[in-house]
């Protein structure tokens, strides 16, 4: 599993971490019930805090994506698919937002739009 953190960034490490662990778990890159790296480890291995590297599985247990085992650590959860569907569905909507936006600054119709994905499909 690789995981990495940009300083830079001005979102917060957790939400890094989060997002990452869970791009992985949805492309397949993580299976389900491979184990995850124990908190301290990960901790250690990205140089951050263990209760930020918490926060991060604690996000990922309440949306659903890994559950844990006492005494055994964390693991990948069965796929919701309908969870993933609603994930993504909301994800896209937010770009679509955006597009909008954005096009609307540019004067683009949304017949312009429409041509444009057109031609990125192709």
Do not use: W
Not at 4 to 26: L, M, R, V
Not at 78 to 92: A, C, D, G, S, V
Not at 97 to 121: F, N, T
Request: with cysteine; aromatic share 6%; proline share 2%.
């Amino acid at each position: 599993m690789n995981i990495f953190i940009d300083n830079k960034s001005g979102e917060p490490i957790y939400e890094q971490i989060y997002k990452q662990i869970k791009t992985q778990i949805i492309s397949s890159v993580i299976k389900e019930d491979d184990p995850l790296p124990s908190i301290r480890n990960l901790a250690k291995d990205l140089r951050i805090s263990v209760i930020t590297t918490k926060r991060a599985y604690d996000e990922l247990e309440r949306d659903g994506f890994i559950y844990t085992v006492a005494g055994k650590g964390c693991f990948v959860a069965q796929k919701n698919t309908q969870l993933l569907r609603e994930e993504n569905l909301k994800e896209i909507e937010q770009h679509i937002d955006k597009i909008i936006h954005l096009a609307a600054s540019c004067s683009l119709s949304k017949q312009d739009i429409i041509d444009m994905i057109d031609i990125m499909e192709e």
